[in-house]
Structure formats: C-alpha cells, structure tokens
C-alpha cells in the first residue's frame, strides 16, 4: 500500500464523510433519522466519488459508466454497515451505557468512518483499478 495514496484516500474520505454527517443533520430537520441517513449517504457518495476521481486514484481520464457502477456497488455494500452501526449505537449501545452528548452524531460518525479501510481497498483495486484489456491495433 502507498502511504501518499492512502493519505489522500483518508483526507478525501474525511471531506466525504463530513459532507455526509453535515447532510444527515440537516435532513434529521426534516425526516426520521434512519431516512437521513440513506439520504447524507448520496451526498457523500457524490462528494467522495468527486474527490477520488481527481486526488487520490488515477483511473485515466473521465469516469465511464462501469467506473460509476463499480463505485456504486462498493458503497452500497457499506451503506449497510454504515446504517446499521449507526441504528445500533443510537438506540442500543448509548442508552446501555448511558452516553447521551449528541448520540445521533456520533453514532453516525462510527458508522460512517466503519468501512474505511475496506472501501480504500476495494476502490484501489475494484472501483478506479478495473482496466479494459488493451485493445489491438
């Protein structure tokens, strides 16, 4: 693993995650928190997707179709774990121990930051690694 890459991977990642945590706040204005959250995802998925693109994996050029799909598919998957860990710590974890300081948002910050070393890998090798064989001439 390149320790640069993986700096950038974790700057843009912070960037995308607070993007997300800010949006779920706002949404939680307006809609249940479980449904913010779903919601928040989108705006760090577009904000993360954005960051990665331009600073940490050289994909080649603009994104294609597959390129989005793969990126796509990778944070589907942790959306699960994102929303579930978030639900957990809310509603079981925190009121078991008693912890109560802003237990939505923290909550989601657990969930959030969950599957950021899963995700650098699958997007480094799956996501913006997947290459085309070079067609012949």
């Not at 843009?12 to 949006?23: D, F, K, R, T, Y």
């Amino acid at each position: 693993m390149q320790l640069a890459t993986f700096i950038r991977f974790l700057i843009s990642g912070g960037v995308a995650a607070a993007a997300n945590i800010g949006a779920r706040v706002l949404f939680s204005q307006f809609v249940s928190y479980s449904v913010a959250i779903v919601a928040a995802y989108v705006v760090g998925l577009v904000t993360g997707y954005t960051l990665m693109k331009c600073l940490v994996f050289d994909s080649g050029g603009r994104g294609s179709v597959a390129e989005y799909g793969r990126y796509f598919m990778v944070n589907m998957a942790a959306l699960g774990q994102v929303w579930l860990l978030s639900i957990a710590f809310k509603d079981h974890v925190f009121p078991a121990v008693g912890f109560s300081f802003h237990a939505e948002t923290v909550a989601h910050a657990i969930g959030v930051l969950s599957p950021m070393v899963t995700s650098y890998f699958l997007h480094k090798k799956y996501t913006f690694g997947a290459r085309r064989p070079a067609q012949p001439r």
